[in-house]
C-alpha cells in the first residue's frame, strides 16, 4: 500500500497530528525526519556518545566470541549505532573549543600549563568530585 494513496478522516488526521509529534520533517517530498534528543550540555552528550561507542565495541567482541543467533545481522545493527554516533558528534563546537583554547594558551600561559598537566578523562564525575566542583 502506497502512503500517497491514504486519506485520513479528520478525526484520524487530528489524533495523527497530536499523537505523532516525535519524528520532525525536515523536507516531506523525500520522506527526510528529525529526531531530536535532549541533553543536560555537551559533557552529557559527550557520556552519551562514549556509553554508546563502549556498548558497540562490548557487542562487537560478543558477536565474535560467542555469536548471535537471535540476531540475523549483528554487524549491520552495530554499524547503523556507528552511525549515529558520528551524527552525534558536536564537531562545530569541537572547532570553537579548540580556538578559545589556543586564545587562553596564547593570554595565560603559565595558567594553562598547570591545568593541561591534569588528566581528564571521559566519566561522568563521581559524587565527591562533583560537590568539589560547586
Known amino acids: 500500500m502506497n502512503a ?3 486519506k485520513l478522516t479528520p478525526g ?3 489524533l495523527v497530528a497530536r499523537h505523532l509529534v516525535m ?3 525536515l523536507n516531506p517530498k523525500n520522506d527526510r525526519f528529525k529526531l531530536e534528543v535532549w541533553m543536560g550540555g555537551y559533557q552529557e552528550l559527550m557520556f552519551t556518545v562514549t556509553d554508546l561507542v563502549k556498548v558497540c565495541m562490548l557487542a562487537l567482541e560478543a558477536a565474535e566470541e560467542n555469536g548471535f543467533d537471535e540476531i540475523s545481522n549483528p554487524n549491520s ?3 547503523g549505532v556507528l552511525s549515529l554516533i ?3 558528534m558536536p564537531y562545530e563546537e ?4 579548540d580556538i578559545l583554547h589556543q586564545g ?4 595565560h600561559p603559565e595558567e594553562m600549563a598547570t591545568t593541561c598537566e591534569e588528566s581528564y578523562f571521559l566519566n561522568p564525575p563521581s559524587a565527591s568530585s562533583a560537590d ?3
Open 104 to 107: 587562553c594558551l596564547r593570554s
Open 12 to 14: 484520524l488526521h487530528e
Open 132 to 134: 568539589l566542583t560547586d
Open 77 to 79: 545493527n552495530i554499524s
Open 4 to 6: 500517497k494513496n491514504i
Open 23 to 25: 519524528l520532525e520533517p
Open 94 to 97: 569541537a572547532q570553537l573549543l
Open 86 to 88: 558520528l551524527n552525534m
